[in-house]
């Protein structure tokens, strides 16, 4: 069987993907904010390992994280939480996550876990891609995982050209080199960027994160790349109005 997220990046149209801090606004509102949003259309959905020390996390999704330690999240919760997931969701789910957890846990062990609950895929930004390759890259393999690696305005095209070689499933491109949070609008140097990548022709497709909270910026942002990721707007939506108010976002965004 082929992966979940390889078989959606092939449908038509733009593909909405959300991003949520597990055991956040609650310990156990994991699983119905995943059933809601898939409910509700989304194409794609990005959980949220909380860390203590997140690098490229703006205010928003750091503060979703602490909360969510506080709530008493860890590794083995969420895959006691996710253990029955594909009963009811059928879309691509991929686990955002510190590689210090992973190492704690066993990154075979880890990989093992997420192909038995049904993780397509795995993004963990502070994993260099060079080391994925040497030493972790079949273990990912083994276990059917995608690994997602990010690129920034500031990524050389050699680098990108690299990344690409070692990727089979999608490229995260962060919009600015900045932490993540929600923007109003994307100006000339971002689209620009945009459209550099664009050119490229890369193998895998691209999908834009950081910065996107409303129709206007995910447009944009899927004008020249196959979708985008919501993360910082969607959580302070959660906070405001809980998990009843999802419907309410994502119908703002298309």
């Known amino acids: 069987m082929g992966n979940r997220i390889n078989k959606k990046l092939k449908e038509e149209g733009k593909l909405l993907s959300i991003y949520f801090t597990a055991g956040y606004p609650k310990l156990g509102d994991t699983v119905e904010i995943i059933q809601q949003l898939e409910k509700n259309g989304v194409d794609m959905i990005e959980i949220g390992l909380p860390f203590s020390d997140p690098l490229a996390d703006g205010p928003t999704i750091q503060q979703s994280s602490t909360a969510a330690l506080k709530n008493g999240m860890t590794t083995e919760i969420l895959f006691d939480q996710l253990k029955d997931i594909r009963q009811s969701v059928s879309i691509p789910l991929i686990i955002m996550g510190y590689f210090n957890p992973m190492l704690q846990y066993g990154v075979e062990a880890f990989c093992k876990k997420c192909q038995e609950i049904g993780i397509d895929g795995l993004i963990i930004p502070d994993l260099p891609v060079d080391v994925y390759h040497e030493e972790y890259q079949?273990?990912?393999?083994?276990?059917?995982?995608?690994?997602?690696?990010?690129?920034t305005p500031q990524t050389s095209e050699k680098r990108i050209r690299f990344i690409d070689s070692v990727s089979?499933?999608?490229?995260?491109?962060?919009?600015?080199?900045?932490?993540?949070?929600?923007?109003?609008?994307?100006?000339?140097?971002?689209?620009?960027?945009f459209q550099r990548i664009a050119?490229?022709?890369?193998?895998?497709?691209?999908?834009?994160?950081?910065?996107?909270?409303?129709?206007?910026?995910?447009?944009?942002?899927?004008k020249s790349a196959k979708g985008a990721i919501i993360g910082s707007a969607f959580i302070k939506h959660l906070?405001?109005?809980?998990?009843?108010?999802?419907?309410?976002?994502?119908?703002?965004?298309?």
Do not use: C, W
């Open 138 to 151: 079949e273990t990912f393999e083994k276990y059917g995982l995608i690994n997602v690696f990010l690129i």
């Open 168 to 193: 089979n499933g999608f490229i995260y491109m962060v919009s600015s080199a900045s932490v993540t949070g929600a923007q109003s609008g994307f100006g000339d140097g971002q689209q620009a960027y």
């Open 199 to 222: 050119d490229m022709k890369l193998n895998n497709p691209q999908i834009v994160g950081f910065g996107i909270s409303n129709s206007e910026t995910f447009e944009q942002a899927t």
């Open 239 to 254: 906070n405001g109005h809980g998990v009843e108010g999802i419907s309410t976002f994502i119908k703002t965004i298309r």
